[in-house]
């Protein structure tokens, strides 16, 4: 923290993570739109409804006449301000549910484990809800395009100097305050007491986030790669060895469709 006041002149020894979180966000959004922070504005941008389809990136395709009709049902919904978003789609044998906490598969128990002809892999996605925000150009609507330049610029800071955190103390604890504020912009934008407070934009982070991981879901099965979960930001599969090019391929494809990174760990036995 005395790091961070330092480096940022944020005085933030008593702020609890989320303070110093936001009072970063603030500070790069009034350099960037040229304001004192007295300018700032109190309050969120509240509308009375939302619409799915303006919360779904132009992006989103499927091959699947069943996610096809699952896209377009979903496109005609309107949500109020006490309605949630909660779909679920049953496809090749597993059963994906949409919420606003994102994407998630329904369990059942079951023992998977690697072999000699089969790899368990997770591909989660870097930095996904930060990614989704800027890749698609969105910002809370009375915050105007300034907020995303700050808000990039806070990004790219983060990662230009996460490299040299593991060597150099005080630069840990930049990187570390700086994914605290790119991080909590999507919670900042749910929340009514917050001044980032935009619903669409907390939906369009969400769903836009749930179909992206289902296209790659759809393309794995169609490949004969089948996944055995989805949560949030990633999608765990058991691969056949033959198929390994093939899995390479898909993920190739969707990383270029949707400007999203695939990070990969694998597992010998998930319970």
């Known amino acids: 923290r005395q790091d961070i006041e330092e480096e940022f002149g944020i005085p933030c020894l008593n702020y609890s993570d989320s303070k110093i979180g936001d009072e970063m966000i603030k500070k790069f959004y009034c350099e960037e739109k040229g304001i004192q922070y007295s300018d700032l504005p109190k309050k969120g941008y509240f509308r009375p409804q ?5 919360c779904i990136a132009k992006y989103i ?20 301000q006490k309605d949630d978003f909660k779909e679920s789609v049953e496809f090749y044998g597993n059963t994906y549910t949409f919420a606003k906490g994102g994407l998630h598969t329904e369990n059942k128990p079951k023992v998977f484990e690697a072999d000699e002809d089969s790899l368990i892999v997770d591909w989660d996605v870097s930095s996904y809800y930060p990614a989704i925000i800027i890749n698609n150009g ?6 105007g395009p300034e907020f995303l330049r700050g808000y990039v610029q806070m ?14 103390r005080k630069i840990k604890g930049i990187v570390g305050a700086l994914k605290l504020a790119v991080n909590s912009v999507y919670g900042k934008s749910s929340d009514m007491q917050s001044w980032i407070y935009d ?14 991981l289902l296209m790659l879901i759809e393309a794995y099965e169609l490949a ?8 949030t ?3 765990t599969i058991m691969v056949n060895k033959c198929y ?13 469709k949707t400007k999203y990174e695939l990070e990969r760990t694998d597992y010998q036995k998930i319970i």
């Open 138 to 143: 969105r910002y809370p609507a009375h915050l």
């Open 244 to 256: 390994i090019d093939k899995m390479h391929e898909i993920n190739a494809w969707w990383m270029k």
């Open 155 to 168: 990004f790219n800071k983060r990662l230009e100097l996460k490299p040299l955190a593991k060597k150099d």
């Open 224 to 231: 004969g790669i089948h996944v055995i979960s989805a949560n």
């Open 50 to 54: 939302v619409k799915v389809k303006d």
């Open 199 to 212: 619903r669409q934009l907390t939906m369009f982070t969400t769903i836009t986030g749930e179909l992206s």
């Open 61 to 80: 395709t499927f091959q699947t006449p069943e996610l096809q009709k699952f896209l377009k049902t979903i496109s005609r919904e309107t949500l109020t």
């Open 233 to 235: 930001d990633g999608v």
